[in-house]
Each structure stands twice: as C-alpha cells, then as structure tokens.
C-alpha cells in the first residue's frame, strides 16, 4: 500500500499458531517495520511508520498445522492528514 502519510494506525486481528503464522509489515526497501508474532488478538491496533509511506503486509504460513483460524486480517488503516503549509 502507498499512502499518503508515513504513519498509519492499524487496527488488525489475528489468531494463528505463536511463532509460526503471523504477520510481516515492511517499507518500500523492504526493511521490516513491524512483526506481529505471538499476538492473538480480535481487536489491536498499532500505531507503524514507513519512511516512504509504503506498506508492504505479508502473513507467513507454515505447514506445522492449523490450531485457531490461521489468520491475521485488517479492519481498518487511518491517518492524520495535515493541512498544506501555506506557501509565503
């Protein structure tokens, strides 16, 4: 996702296996901005900074099982827009 502005709130749920099904959030360079690991949760929300307003999600699956739903989902993504700097 590119968005307009390099912090975000991210209200999310997830409920897999600790360790090894969770949530990966990366820049645009692909440096890690955030993993969610060993978090259930129905209801959390993050405040994440990317330095190029590029959000990259990935969930990461293994074969181990299929204790809980295997899933992390977003129920929204907001951010504070600031009004333009005036020009003089």
């Given at each position: ?22 949530c990966i959030i ?12 060993e978090k259930k ?48």
């Open positions: 996702l590119e968005l307009p502005a390099s912090t975000i709130n991210l209200q999310y749920g997830q409920a897999s296996e600790s360790n090894y099904d969770y990366y820049d645009g360079s692909g440096a890690k901005i955030v993993e969610l690991k949760t129905y209801d959390e929300t993050i405040s994440i900074t990317s330095p190029d307003n590029i959000f990259k999600i990935e969930y990461k699956k293994d074969g181990s099982g299929s204790n809980d739903e295997d899933a992390f989902w977003i129920k929204s993504i907001s951010w504070e827009s600031l009004p333009p700097y005036p020009e003089n």
